[in-house]
């Protein structure tokens, strides 16, 4: 479990360092080029929060049913 999360954050900071040199290196002017890192970073913490929130739901539902069957053996 280790492994991916860690080869998951390694992706997605790959993914932003690429968009975001990506970015830089467009050529276009530096207002527009401001504008789209900024919109792209809010996307991007948007998503984040989002994945956060379902893993963090995921984990909760994981807990709540080893419980339940811990109460069942006990």
Known sequence: MKNTSKVLIALGAGL???GILGVLFAPDKGVNTRH???????KLKDQFTRKV?????KMEEQMARVNGELEEVI
């Open 53 to 57: 929130k379902l893993g963090k739901e």
């Open 16 to 18: 932003a360092i690429g």
């Open 36 to 42: 789209k890192i900024a919109d792209n970073g809010k």
